[in-house]
């Protein structure tokens, strides 16, 4: 059974100022600003990129497209944003993105669970070594997106991990309030300070790991408050069969020694 996302004693995000990003909402879009960054996206146009901005796209419920770069280029247009960069796109409104900030690192979230995606961890299916089984469903917009950001310089191995830790801080963060550790459509994009101080690595035991698993979680709570608690016709689904979309990754990999 999932659990609802209950308020818990913490810093109101309005009253924090950022320093890493400047962010500003305009027309749906959410642009995230600091000239020069380094960017590593998992979202749809995902890969490295160098330059001033990042982007969440807010689209309406039901929404499909199959020129998505084209649909992208248009919104970003109409909201007067000229930068190229990273973008995700979300199912849920930008008046429910939080951002938290600790130290060197400062993360951004939107976050809804319409879609989720359980991993049970005794699964029913039998074996299925030549994936036989497996969904292949249609892309959606994103629920749960983040982005996190931090004032070093990281080597191209530590952004790569920044990404990899805000997305275990994501799902650790989900499955406590929600019962699930995911959903069918979640993204992350990491980004770095090329001109900071230098950092090596960026696992949980370091500054920069610790901080951006501290600002990914809040971040990802608070946006579960604002979705949920906001909206009287909104709730957190209790399983799979009882949200309006989700997958269970129920089908088996065969285990082999080497």
Known sequence: MSESPNPRPTTDAQTID?????????????????PGTRWLSGGWNGGEYEGPAAYSVSVPEGWSCEDVEGYVDDRLAAAGFEDPGPTLITGVDHEHVRGARCGPAEAYATAGVSNPAALPMTPDGDPDPDGENLPDGEPV???????????????????????????EAKAAT??????????????????ADPDGEP??????????????????????????????ENDRDAAVP?????????????????????
Do not use: H, M, Q
């Not at 917009?141 to 191209?156: E, H």
């Open 238 to 258: 209790g399983s799979v069969e009882d949200a309006a979309y989700g997958v269970s990754t129920d089908v088996r990999g065969r285990v082999f020694e080497l």
């Open 18 to 34: 950022p320093t890493l990003f400047e962010p500003t909402i305009e027309e749906g879009v959410l642009r995230l600003r600091r």
């Open 141 to 167: 917009a994103g629920t749960v997106n983040v982005v996190v950001g931090t004032t070093r310089s990281l080597a191209p191995g530590a952004l790569a991990n920044l990404l990899s830790v805000a997305a």
């Open 174 to 191: 989900l499955l406590a309030r929600t019962g699930f550790p995911g959903t069918t459509s979640d993204a992350v994009i990491a980004a």
């Open 199 to 228: 950092a090596r690595f960026s696992g949980s035991a370091t500054r920069v790991g610790a901080a951006a698993r501290a600002c990914v979680r809040d971040a990802v709570y608070a946006a579960l408050r604002s979705r949920y």
